[in-house]
């Protein structure tokens, strides 16, 4: 069994911060990559950001420059630092790893989601 563990959503004013963690955890043979994705209401879900097992980072055009992902391979965590935050960042945030357990193929595997709501 393996499990996301994501956190570190909250309500924040135009162009706060929020740190969003993320844990995996469990009969854990290998993780390759990690990344968060977000949902607004009515609208589908989309990737923010990626970060491979080596490091390499992907970003959506919206939050490049804004955004940083990062990770802790000894730990299995991964962190969006979100800075400089818009209305529009509003979402349901989910943490997503690509993930090969010790009873299973690789395959993906997803946080429970974390609300990160931006409003004055």
């Known amino acids: 069994q393996v499990q996301l563990v994501d956190s570190g959503g909250g309500l924040v004013q135009p162009g706060g911060s929020l740190r969003l963690s993320c844990a995996a955890s469990g009969s854990i043979a290998s993780i390759n990559a990690m990344g968060w994705y977000r949902q607004a209401p009515g609208k589908e879900r989309e990737l923010v950001a990626r970060?491979?097992?080596?490091?390499?980072?992907n970003y959506a055009d919206s939050v490049k420059g804004r955004f940083t992902i990062s990770r802790d391979n000894a730990k299995n965590t991964v962190y969006l630092q979100m800075n400089s935050l818009k209305p529009e960042d509003t979402a349901v945030y989910y943490c997503?790893?690509?993930?090969?357990?010790?009873?299973?193929?690789?395959?993906?595997?997803w946080g429970q989601g974390t609300q990160v709501t931006v409003s004055s």
């Open positions: 970060v491979g097992s080596g490091g390499s980072t």
């Open positions: 997503w790893s690509y993930i090969r357990s010790n009873y299973e193929r690789w395959r993906d595997y």
